[in-house]
Nanobody, 123 residues
């Protein structure tokens, strides 16, 4: 089992940047695919980005490609989401997730979840 704690959310103007961090507990962090989901008010939670256990494979939803970058530091049990060129439609609670594969993560099959961090982008 893994416990996840997000940080780095906040209020930013459109066009600005934020970097989210997710600290994970446990000794097996480097065996998990890590990712980020987001949930806007009144909408379902949606996949945003994922990175495999070794950090060599990444996956993004189309609307964030070229603007968001996911990365991880296995020595520090941390995954990051660098968000650039933010738009008002990126406003959401962002959740860190852990899973056994990118495919399982996308399907939410047994994901572990953090508590979420709010990102608000003003126009």
């Amino acid at each position: 089992q893994v416990q996840l704690v997000e940080s780095g959310g906040g209020l930013v103007q459109a066009g600005g940047s934020l970097r989210l961090s997710c600290a994970a507990s446990g000794r097996t962090f480097d065996t998990y695919t890590m990712g980020w989901f987001r949930q806007a008010p009144g909408k379902e939670r949606e996949f945003a980005a994922a990175i495999d256990a070794g950090g060599g494979v990444t996956d993004y939803r189309n609307s964030v490609k070229g603007r968001f970058t996911i990365s991880r530091n296995n020595a520090e049990n941390t995954v990051y989401l660098q968000m650039n060129s933010l738009r008002p439609e990126d406003t959401a609670v962002y959740y860190c997730a852990a899973s056994l594969s990118v495919a399982r993560m996308r399907r939410d099959e047994g994901n572990y979840w953090g508590q979420g961090t709010q990102v608000t982008v003003s126009s």
